[in-house]
């Protein structure tokens, strides 16, 4: 391959390119074709390239790491889909609406998920990725005893309603009134 050394107007240098990329390039008027004493192949550009844009920004990892404590706080530490435990290490910040919707990202959108949950839930609705997790609560509980799913539930984070107390309705007073002497032998009977 033929080397084509670059060069803007001001002689600022830049990466070397192939004899086909200069020809175009020239064709299109955006530069000219010059040999120079040693022999060398010049594209001169017409004007100097705009700088490159520099690459999108992932959100930093201070960003990712205060997200993960507040999630911690608010859910605990149990995968949001298969609700096991997780580690610090194996936490990553799944949106619920997905990013490619151009989603929040905002605490409301987040939950903690492992990787591989994460992304196996990546295409799915909000439905079906809250159905997931039901079925996988199910599941937990069915595998635990009556007495031990409370805490399943608690450790969750999941609000378990207190049983009211069964009120017994109140006893009918004893009276001689015929009427529930009457009823008295009957059940009697
Ligand atoms: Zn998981």
Known sequence: MTIVHVKDPNGKPYAP?????????????????????DGRIWLELACAPPPSEPPPKSPPSSWRKKRIIRLRERDGDHCFYCLRLMTHEQMTLEHLLSRRLKASDSLENLVLAHRVCNENAGHLSIAEKVRIREQRLIDLLM????????????ELRIPVPTAKKN????????????TAITQGAYLQS
């Open 17 to 37: 390119t192939s004899i086909e990329r200069a020809t175009e390039c020239a064709s299109k008027g955006r530069g000219a074709i010059l040999f120079d004493s």
């Open 143 to 154: 595998n635990h005893a009556p007495q031990q799913r409370l805490r399943v539930l608690k």
């Open 167 to 178: 009120k017994s309705p109140p006893k009918p007073k004893k009276t001689h009134h015929p």
